[in-house]
């Protein structure tokens, strides 16, 4: 059974940083695709942002030069490191993985940011 365990939310003042871990277990595959997504209230979830196997990383218009995301492979584990954030950035950061071979999707349960003085 596949299971995602997101860590790392929590409030932060504009300008401040946190930084979201989320740790995959279970895959009987490997995993292609780990990213993030987040979900502001009264909003749709969007694409934060996205890191393949190879390395390509891709991110919404609204965080790049303020996001980064990484992952170490060895652990399956993939990391979302947040600065100059702001509270617009106020969201539930869902952790998603699409693994190898079967393409299939999976997501944490979400961890709350809120950006708040």
């Known amino acids: 059974q596949v299971q995602l365990v997101e860590s790392g939310g929590g409030l932060a003042q504009p300008g401040g940083s946190l930084r979201l871990s989320c740790a995959a277990s279970?895959?009987?595959?490997?995993?292609?695709?780990m990213g993030w997504y987040r979900q502001a209230p009264g909003k749709e979830r969007e694409l934060v942002a996205t890191?393949?196997?190879?390395?390509?990383?891709n991110y919404a218009d609204s965080v790049k030069g303020r996001f980064t995301i990484s992952r170490d492979n060895g652990k399956n584990t993939v990391y979302l490191q947040m600065n100059s954030l702001k509270p617009e950035d106020t969201a539930v950061y869902y952790c998603?993985?699409?693994?190898?071979?079967?393409?299939?999707?999976?997501w944490g349960q979400g961890t709350q940011v809120t950006v708040s003085s």
């Open positions: 998603t993985i699409r693994t190898a071979v079967t393409g299939m999707n999976y």
């Open positions: 279970g895959t009987k595959f490997g995993i292609n695709v």
């Open positions: 890191h393949t196997s190879i390395g390509i990383t």
